[in-house]
């Protein structure tokens, strides 16, 4: 029902999904347009016509029919920039993943490292490709003043390098990975990002996940049993990927006691939990940003991101994630139960988009492709307030939202 019991894992459920956002954050709230700042034309005269574009590929189990959906529109969003009017951009274009490990006392029986990628350029042929075209041992794509460091099309290129797999940590880390390839988390980035980021150059930065973002300190116990039990009986429940909706988001309850009241996603079954299996659709939910919370608060990644740009007008971003709505839990027993769970009832995170007929929330976007996805709150905040377009992890096709980050990077430059 979980990812954790798709891969077999016994220990732990790693998760399985994405969402629409709602409710409201002070983190969420995009800048609004002043009339200090000028018109357009005013704003972009003068502006080297250079955009450094970045990836972030959701790497976790079960992606791969989902990154072939973003492979299949690559070669409509590379003619997008081959005919802006003023011609092909001087370009550098990365991928990353969304692995940084989850440090804890069960890595290993999580299907986790410790460290995952650290945010380090991902540019190695995958699925069929023997060789991405690049040249050797470079670490992304460049194309500048018409000398490429790549032989073939760039979309050939983009083909070999995108389609990540599904190897990587179930705990994504979408948000931090991407801070990390760009040091916009204080620290330097890798040395092997090193000549990307250039100061008088758009950024763009495009999203692919099924799940919501989970980064958490490298100092974090999240996803350690803590010396307790794999049950109820841990103060942190169980380490599924329950835990980053307990710990990272705040909801609404609107049959419950108080539902006006924010709170967060409950470790038993609720009073007014209905039906069988008991399950409960909250509303509103957003980034918990302090109050019991283990994740990284989500403003340090929109305020990093805004700081690599002295002209906030000078990001792009966009995503294809799970729909944040609906956001509906249920409470079952573990596929695998461990010793001393007999009769327990584990809360699971219903998916907001997928199959008919499977793990879905009351009023799910359907899709026939295989594809399916949990609430993506905190990244669907993410992109909202640095002003992004968001399309589901579940549509047929990814031309709309790839195209409309495709333009929005025209617009910019």
């Given at each position: 029902m979980r990812r954790a019991t798709c891969i077999g894992l016994l220990l732990v459920g790693v998760g399985c999904g994405s969402g629409r956002l709602t409710g409201p954050s002070d983190a969420a709230t995009p800048d609004a347009p002043s009339s200090a700042d000028g018109p357009p034309a005013a704003a972009d005269a003068g502006r080297p016509r250079r955009v450094d574009i970045l990836f972030m590929i959701d790497n976790s189990s079960e992606m791969s029919s989902m990154q072939q959906k973003l492979v299949a529109q690559l070669p409509v969003f590379v003619s997008t920039l081959e005919n802006l009017p003023g011609g092909f951009p001087d370009l550098h274009l990365a991928v990353v993943s969304s692995d940084m490990g989850a440090p804890g006392d069960q890595s290993a029986s999580i299907g986790c490292t410790t460290a995952g990628d650290q945010g380090v350029f991902q540019a190695d042929p995958r699925g069929t490709c023997t060789s991405s075209g690049l040249q050797a041992g470079a670490t992304f794509i460049s194309n500048v003043g018409g000398v490429a460091n790549y032989t073939g099309s760039l979309t050939d290129v983009l083909?070999?390098?995108?389609?990540?797999?599904?190897?990587?940590?179930?705990?994504?880390?979408?948000?931090?990975?991407?801070?990390?390839?760009?040091g916009a988390d204080g620290a330097p980035p890798p040395p092997q990002n090193a000549g990307f980021?250039?100061?008088?150059?758009?950024?763009a930065i495009f999203l692919l996940t099924n799940e919501d973002d989970c980064s958490a300190p490298a100092t974090t116990t999240l996803y350690s049993l803590n010396g307790g039990p794999q049950s109820l009986k841990n103060p942190l429940g169980p380490i599924t990927n329950y835990r980053c909706n307990q710990f990272g988001h705040l909801c609404q309850d609107p049959t419950g006691p108080a539902p006006a009241e924010w709170l967060s996603p409950p470790l038993a079954?609720?009073?007014?939990?209905?039906?069988?299996?008991p399950t409960v659709t909250y509303a509103a939910c957003m980034s918990n940003e302090g109050r019991n919370t283990m994740l990284t608060p989500l403003a340090r990644f929109i305020d990093g991101i805004k700081a690599l740009k002295a002209d906030p007008s000078r990001v792009v971003v966009g995503g294809i994630i799970g729909p944040t709505s609906p956001y509906a839990?249920?409470?079952?027993?573990?596929?695998?139960?461990?010793?001393?769970?007999?009769?327990e009832l584990w809360p699971f995170t219903m998916h907001s988009c997928g199959a008919a007929g499977g793990y879905l929330g009351p009023g799910a976007q359907l899709t026939a492709d295989g594809s399916f996805g949990d609430p993506s709150v905190r990244v669907g905040q993410w992109i909202q307030a640095l002003g992004g377009?968001?399309?589901?992890?579940?549509?047929?096709?990814?031309?709309a939202p790839l195209g409309q980050f495709a333009s929005a990077i025209a617009a910019g430059l």
């Open positions: 083909s070999c390098i995108v389609p990540l797999g599904n190897s990587g940590c179930g705990f994504e880390h979408q948000l931090a990975s991407v801070a990390r390839a760009l980021l250039r100061p008088d150059a758009e950024l079954v609720p009073s007014d939990a209905a039906g069988n299996p839990v249920t409470w079952v027993p573990p596929a695998s139960p461990p010793p001393g769970t007999s009769g377009t968001i399309g589901s992890v579940c549509d047929a096709s990814y031309a």
